[in-house]
């Protein structure tokens, strides 16, 4: 069956470094497009940042654009989520997110989800 798993959430201090995982199996990974939505306690989730099948464009959110690097390597069935410059208000349950279709921020067209992995901040 279709599953994502992400790995690689911990809890940091501001300005740390840190690089999330995403292991797709049950599809065909190379023909889908991967993204990243986050959820804070409390507020609604949101989207951070997505890649097409191939990788060869990558959009973000405005929240971290310039510190966030999304990458995919098809040979791994794998998806990245690259994080530079760490703030406390990055605190979220980060989702791996697929389809075969690129949704954006839409997050209800997004038809395969992770279960999340915690990444917490601290100033």
């Known amino acids: 069956q279709v599953r994502l798993a992400e790995s690689g959430g911990s809890s940091v201090q501001a300005g740390d470094s840190l690089r999330l995982s995403c292991e797709a199996s049950?599809?065909?990974?190379?023909?889908?497009?991967v993204g990243w939505f986050r959820q804070a306690p409390g507020k609604e989730r949101e989207f951070v940042a997505g890649?097409?099948?191939?990788?060869?464009?990558?959009y973000y959110s405005g929240a971290v654009k310039g510190r966030f690097t999304i990458s995919r390597d098809n040979t791994k069935n794998t998806a990245y989520l690259q994080m530079d410059s760490l703030k406390p208000e990055d605190t979220a349950i980060y989702y791996c997110?697929?389809?075969?279709?690129?949704?954006?921020?839409?997050?209800?067209?997004?038809?395969?989800w992770g279960q999340g992995t915690q990444v917490t901040v601290s100033s």
């Open positions: 997110v697929a389809d075969q279709k690129y949704s954006g921020a839409f997050d209800r067209d997004w038809d395969y």
């Open positions: 049950g599809f065909t990974f190379s023909s889908h497009s």
């Open positions: 890649t097409v099948y191939s990788g060869a464009s990558s």
